[in-house]
């Protein structure tokens, strides 16, 4: 089944404590992005990933790093979070970022 | 001026008519065109895309794009109670995907 898939979907952690979530796709897209979804803001773009070791920042990437090693995966990497990333994250990959996304089922992310 | 505009809604619609839900973008760039549909606590989902002037069927959604105007439109004929969701609407401008906010929709039994 095609897919792309996040781990973990709750998270509850500490201020300044480093959090990994994990993004994986199979469907060999070059694409790949992370989204923030908050209410009233809705969703906005943190990174995104033409391909391997080809990253660039979205609309809201302060406080996130993002690596692209391999194609299938793409980590976000929060190394000292804080309240305010407090939200709901989706992974999303795309073939050449043209034809839609495919979405993960998302992470909730608390930082308190 | 924001990218991406929808109406939050709720937009409330009786079961069986025509839901129209519209978007407009301020970037003339803005090269593809999606629509999304988003149930309450889960991931969005595509549901249509077009890049071209016109309409796009795909059963019993319809997109609309008219690039003069700046504007897209998503209509969903014969509406189910099961169409009730936030629809969000995206462009693509150069390497990055934009997203409004979404529209609530309501089907009403």
């Known amino acids: 089944e095609a897919q792309v898939t996040q781990n973990p979907r709750y998270l509850i952690t500490v201020t300044g404590k480093k959090l990994t979530v994990t993004c994986s796709q199979n469907?060999?897209?070059?694409?790949m992005s992370w989204y923030r979804q908050d209410p009233g803001l809705g969703l906005r773009q943190i990174y995104y990933s033409m391909n391997v070791e080809v990253t660039d920042k979205g609309d809201v990437p302060e406080g996130y790093k993002v690596s692209r090693k391999e194609k299938r995966n793409f980590p976000l990497i929060l190394e000292s979070p804080s309240p305010n990333q407090t939200s709901l994250y989706f992974c999303a990959s795309s073939f050449l970022g043209a034809y839609g996304y495919t979405f993960g089922s998302g992470t909730r992310l608390t930082v308190v | 001026q924001k990218e991406v505009e929808q109406n939050s809604g709720p937009l409330s619609v009786p079961e069986g008519a025509i839901a129209s839900l519209n978007c407009t973008y301020s970037?003339?760039?803005?090269?593809?065109f999606f629509w999304y549909r988003q149930y309450s606590g889960k991931s969005p989902e595509l549901i249509m895309s077009i890049y071209s002037n016109g309409d796009k069927e795909d059963g019993r959604f319809t997109a609309q794009l008219n690039k003069a105007s700046q504007y897209v439109s998503l209509l969903i004929r014969d509406s189910q109670p099961s169409d009730s969701a936030t629809y969000l609407c995206?462009?693509?401008?150069?390497?990055?995907?934009?997203f409004g906010k979404g529209t609530r929709l309501h089907i009403l039994p």
């Open positions: 970037d003339r760039g803005s090269q593809s």
């Open positions: 995206a462009t693509k401008r150069d390497d990055k995907i934009i």
């Open positions: 469907m060999n897209h070059e694409y």
